[in-house]
């Protein structure tokens, strides 16, 4: 499992892309605003908490 996080800017919407792969399966989710001010060197650890245990259990049931 590997994960990053990135800062965006879009124009006028900055924000933050935690990103987390395990094997073939990539998730990412978009934070802007007031999440976007996270520190991308440890923000991909939430990201890991709420998908990772998604991404396994999708695995198991096929």
């Known amino acids: ?3 990053h996080a990135y800062h965006r800017n879009a124009g006028s919407l900055d ?3 935690p ?3 395990t094997g073939t399966v990539m998730a990412g989710i978009r934070l802007e605003g007031p ?3 996270l ?6 650890r939430p ?3 709420v998908f ?3 991404i396994q259990a999708a695995a198991a049931a096929s």
Not at 39 to 44: E, I, Q, S, V
């Open 52 to 54: 990772v245990p998604r």
């Open 19 to 21: 990103v987390v792969c």
């Open 1 to 3: 499992m590997t994960s």
């Open 35 to 37: 999440g976007g001010d």
């Open 39 to 44: 520190d991308p060197a440890t923000a991909h």
């Open 15 to 17: 924000g933050l892309d």
């Open 47 to 49: 990201a890991q908490g």
